[in-house]
């Protein structure tokens, strides 16, 4: 489960977030790219934008239950 009191600063402002748990696979980008995006550099993916329609939330649901290390939650 993510911790909320670790998530990644890029995150955009919302509900789903990305913690620092993350090892920058990009299997969640693959999965939810509208949303998630990885910074190589730093070695972890964040949220870029919200979801905006119930096709985006169901994209990060599966990421989230995809994430080997479950570095993706929702406070939401």
Do not use: T
Request: hydrophobic share 40%; with cysteine; glycine share 10%.
């Amino acid at each position: 489960m993510a911790d909320k009191g670790k998530k990644v600063a890029r995150n955009a402002a919302g509900p789903w977030y990305v913690d620092a748990n993350c090892i920058a696979c990009g299997l969640c980008v693959e999965v939810a790219g509208e949303n998630l995006e990885l910074d190589w550099d730093a070695g972890f993916a964040f949220v870029k934008c919200q979801p905006g329609e119930p096709k985006q939330e169901a994209a990060l649901q599966d990421a989230a239950s995809q994430c080997p290390v479950e570095a993706i939650g929702s406070d939401g």
